[in-house]
């Protein structure tokens, strides 16, 4: 008999970038399976070096209860001006040549105000300081750096991981409501809304999905068959591949491989039970 645990993925922006660069992050429609398997990953404690084939190998679905709609972030990183503090100073010799003409000028005994024009440092590539010891940017850039960002507004969904052991499924439900690392959907300015973990369910994904009922909204009541996406095997007649299956979350070799899954729609039974969630 397998299990299925079902996720709650509902906030007010998601962002699930499928072939996003720094330049242009997309999102996806739905939260794709690798974004979900780093979730769990991250409440477990792993480390992104630490092996995920357990994880990989749960079978994944999602349910798209609310779609959301598409919002797009015009986001500019860097130039303009902006008031230096002492420890900017201390920590980087850089900055502090920069402005040594102005702090050589000052005088009293106040630090002063001093300003630096188009000065960003790439948070991602950091090294230490030649001098302080203390780590600074090791790449700057003098002018703005544009990107395009895009999210899903309002968006919720139902996320289904199957597996035979009920104990494994308790163990990943239990870290995503005790998370030993922050959570997020998709991106860290989206954190996850109230619950996550939701019941376990004996049976498959399918029967899992048609068993619950939708996730209610702020504004109404909600009805309707939503749509289902849902790993299957390869030979399945209708599958479609997906190229986010898991590997390695390694930063030096972050790596995914094609699973299968079929579209569907989804009729919750007149049985189905209502969420019981914490906002």
Known sequence: MTHVLLL???????????????????????????????????????????????????????????PGTPVRDYHS??????????????????????????TDAATGDSFGHHELAGWYGA?????????????????LSRTALITERWYLSDAAFVVGLQHSERARLEEIAHALEHPSQLLW??????????????DILPGT????????????RLDGPVSGRPWAWIQTPADDPG?????????????ARRTHTTRWEIRTRVAIAPTATEWDIFH
């Open 205 to 216: 994904l399918a029967k899992a999905f048609a068993a619950k009922q939708l996730l209610p």
């Open 123 to 139: 948070p991602k590539k950091t090294t230490a300081d030649p001098v302080s010891g203390a780590l600074v940017s090791g790449e």
């Open 239 to 251: 599958a479609s591949p997906v190229n986010d299956q898991p590997v390695s979350f390694h930063p």
């Open 8 to 66: 709650r993925l509902a906030a007010p922006l998601q962002s699930w970038g499928s072939v996003s660069r720094f330049s242009r992050r997309d999102s996806h429609s739905r939260p794709t399976k690798s974004a979900v398997i780093g979730l769990c990953a991250a409440a477990l404690g792993r480390d992104r070096t630490d092996p995920i084939d357990d994880l990989a190998a749960l079978e994944f679905g999602v349910r798209a209860d609310h």
């Open 77 to 102: 990183v860097g130039s303009g001006r902006y008031p230096l503090r002492p420890r900017d100073l201390i920590t980087d010799h850089r900055r502090a040549a920069a402005v040594s003409e102005s």
């Open 185 to 198: 959907l998709g991106r860290k300015s989206c954190p996850p809304s109230g619950t996550v973990a939701g």
